[in-house]
């Protein structure tokens, strides 16, 4: 019995701990967030074959003065793939991916910075040459306890300035459900979108690979992302298809796996249970046994079948309270021992504790009725004579 109720707590600390994990894993990237892609690999030829990204100024430009009631925040999103990029500074290189955004980029996808400043209009009016670099890229090209800030890199031979350091973001269950592509959030460098359009050169200089967005709300995120897709069908005329990404999707993702894991944990407490409620039920039985003189006895001076009936139901109720209650001290102390040596979250919910205490009781009850009432139902006469 307590090995199934410690098992229950095990469980419940485990998922609860998960979720509260994820969950703030997700909102470092920003919860409303929504991204619009050209859908490159698709199913019509014709569509497929055409040359562009399905996206360009004119549709951020229109997007961005509110076309979509949905959507809160916009940013175009244009990244160096197809050409690779060099990242130095002296003989200091970083693998880096190169992105650019716009200014709205760090308020959508929830980025602070450790030092520095963020991208300004003037700054992507005018093609600027400042970056804004994550944690891994920075210890690849400056020394630990260097200055960063107002220092230059280069990107592409071209003399880049440093205006900002961007915190560094968990993304341990994103990485895990392929969401980043393979690609380390912690290892970019973010330029103004304008002035890596200008580095890929004329044939880009209007073309924008995705939009990413930010939605009025959690629940608005989907038909957010369809009326960005219905406008940029509307301005192409059709020529292109498009796909969309929401947060929501991994937030469903999220809650999927963890529920499937939370129920094959307690699918196997359960059965615990079952076999603790076996081990109450041949206790109360052998009780019964025992105390067959004893019943007889009690039944000759008066007693009711009812009151032998409740009181062994009382008798087994104490051992799956008193077995629920060892459950849920090794349970909940395993849970915060653990916790503590892993720094894994793990949180067992005031509902699960009374849940898993309440079926040890149910347990004991159901597992201690047959022995009660055949203890009930004994005649004095027969259990007088009981040796």
């Not at 399905?54 to 175009?76: H, V």
Request: aromatic share 6%; glycine share 10%.
């Amino acid at each position: 019995m307590a090995v199934g109720v410690a098992a229950i707590i095990a469980v419940s600390a485990i998922s609860s701990g998960g979720h509260f994990l994820v969950f703030n894993e997700l909102k470092t990237f920003g919860l409303e967030s929504l991204w619009v892609f050209r859908q490159k690999n698709d199913k019509d030829p014709n569509k497929a074959l055409r040359k562009g990204s399905g996206i360009d100024e004119t549709d951020y430009q229109l997007i961005r003065q509110g076309c979509c009631d949905k959507l809160k925040n916009i940013t175009p999103l244009v990244y160096s793939q197809g050409r690779r990029i060099v990242v130095r500074r002296g003989d200091r290189y970083s693998n880096a991916e190169i992105r650019g955004v716009g200014v709205d980029y760090f308020q959508i996808n929830n980025d602070q910075l450790v030092d520095g400043r963020y991208f300004t209009l003037s700054d992507e009016q005018r093609n600027r040459g400042v970056a804004i670099i994550g944690p891994i890229a920075r210890n690849d090209l400056f020394p630990p306890y260097a200055t960063v800030v107002g220092e230059h890199i280069r990107i592409q031979g071209k003399k880049v300035m440093v205006i900002g350091v961007l915190r560094e973001k968990s993304r341990d269950f994103l990485a895990s459900i392929g969401s980043t592509g393979g690609r380390d959030v912690n290892n970019r460098i973010l330029v103004p979108y304008t002035y890596l359009q200008m580095l890929k050169g004329k044939d880009h200089a209007n073309a924008i690979d995705g939009l990413q967005g930010e939605a009025v709300s959690l629940e608005a995120a989907e038909e957010a992302a369809e009326q960005v897709e219905s406008l940029l069908q509307r301005n192409h005329s059709g020529r292109f298809n498009y796909r969309h990404e929401t947060m929501a999707q991994y937030i469903e993702t999220a809650n999927r796996i963890l529920n499937g894991v939370s129920i094959i944990g307690l699918v196997a407490a359960f059965v615990s249970l079952l076999v603790g409620g076996m081990g109450v039920m041949n206790i109360m039985s052998t009780s019964v046994l025992e105390r067959t003189r004893e019943i007889g006895l009690r039944r000759s001076i008066g007693a009711r079948k009812s009151d032998i009936l409740s009181q062994f139901l009382v008798e087994a109720m104490m051992i799956g309270l008193i077995g629920g209650g060892i459950g849920l001290v090794v349970g909940i102390g395993a849970s915060f021992i653990l916790s503590w040596l892993s720094d894994f979250p793990l949180q067992p919910t005031w509902l699960m504790v009374t849940v898993a205490l309440c079926v040890s009781i149910s347990v004991g009850l159901l597992s201690g009725l047959a022995p009660a009432i055949r203890a009930a139902n004994l005649r004095p006469v027969v259990a007088l004579r009981y040796e």
